[in-house]
């Protein structure tokens, strides 16, 4: 996410770096660089100007304490400026109402109906809704077909009509289904075009003006740049939505509309999409974003995937076995299936401070464990739970089982073997204990 950006903020403001104190001369020579990355990242001019602008003039004649350098103070006055830009805090979504009506805008293809599921499974499970998901793409059959598909995966029921062609009636409908049925909670998916007309706005603004949505949130496709922020601003003209949805965050985006559109619309950003997958949207921190943007990482975040994933009684349970050295590759394919469960395996590294630059041209993607769960799966449940067994017969079985070869089959029992030591002696008096600090994670201090 970002990496463009962040590569280019990050030798803009090494121009600072080892000069002794800030002067007018050298942060006009960052800032024309600073300036510069923001333009390739497809940052209108105007916005770019005003906050370089808004940066120089915090930072000339600020006192550089001696703790810290010029370079350092400049990467603090723009992180603060990065968020301010994005909105300055999180915005959350309005919940209340019974039901809680959230309706969806956006043109064709900017991933409306996968978002649509996306925020169901998120009310669903992590805010402890009963959502009802409704179909009111009345043009496009695949549309409704793709809803059904999505909701059935998350064990969502989806209302649709589609023998029926006004998608007014179709939402109105819908409301008093779900308030029949003790749905608190209504997502509804709106027809979109490949291009603004007048025939969309008139249809969306009708079904908002008949069902009062608490949220009416506008989706777009951030790899599209600029071109994403005049849509936002088209759509909120006549929308007057309560929040923006950037989506594919995840792909090759030169982060243009995520820096742009908070200013030119005046609405915060609420989520962003981050791949594929069902759970794959967080929600949108300006603060933290400032901090992956220039290479910071985002352990909060990171902390957060990772509590989402944890279970106390399971690690206790781990943590005994691991203390009586009885960690097996059955607990290790478990710890495995948790850190799928958090996201994008590159986009995780990247949250640990430090990590995004070192992890930059390695391919990290969704199958970077596939080789190593082939190769567990391939071992009998005796080997799984003891691993002595695994002489060098059984590992040329195995190695062909999985598709591999011997070398990554030795490789992956040598890993496993200095992986069960250390957490070992993590969980004894030096370490002291690691299941503890996992569970005291959510004690952390919250931005």
Known sequence: MFEGLSEK?????????????????????????????????????????????????????????????????????????????????????????????????????????????????????????????????????????????LGEQIGVEVYAEEDKKDAVKIAKRAINHAKDKGFNAVIIDTAGRLAIDDQMMDEISSIKKAVKPQETLFVVDSMTGQDAVNTAKAFND????????????????????????????????????????????????????????????DIVSFVEKAQEQFDEVEAKKLQKKIAKNQFTFDDFLSQIKHIKKMGNVKDLMGMIPGMGKAIKDIDLDDDAFKSIEAIIHSMTPDERQNPKLLNGSRRRRIAIGSGTDIQEVNRLIKQFSQTSKMMKMMTGKGGKNMMNAMSNMGNMPKR
């Open 9 to 149: 903020l990050e030798k803009s403001l090494r121009v600072l770096k080892g000069h002794g104190h800030i002067t007018e001369i050298n942060v006009a020579e960052t800032l024309k660089e600073v300036r510069k990355t923001l333009l390739d990242a497809d940052v209108s001019y105007k916005i770019a100007k005003d906050f370089t602008n808004s940066i120089k003039e915090k930072a000339l004649g600020q006192n550089v304490l001696t703790a810290i350098s010029p370079g350092q103070l400049m990467v603090k006055i723009v992180h603060d400026d990065l968020a301010k830009l994005m909105g300055g805090e999180k915005v959350d979504i309005n919940e209340k109402g019974n039901p809680a009506i959230f309706l969806i805008a956006g043109l064709q293809g900017s991933g409306k109906t996968t978002f649509s599921a996306k925020l169901a499974n998120h009310l669903k499970s992590k805010r402890g809704k009963i959502p009802l998901l409704v179909a009111c793409d009345i043009y496009r059959p695949a549309a409704i077909n793709q809803l059904k598909v």
């Open 238 to 297: 006549r929308l007057d939505y309560e929040g923006v949805v950037l989506t594919k965050l995840d792909g090759d985006t030169r982060g243009g509309a995520a820096l742009t559109i908070r200013s030119i619309v005046q609405k915060p950003i609420k989520f962003i999409g981050i791949g594929e997958n069902i759970d794959a949207i967080d929600v949108f921190h300006p603060e933290r974003m400032a901090d992956r943007i220039l290479g910071m990482g």
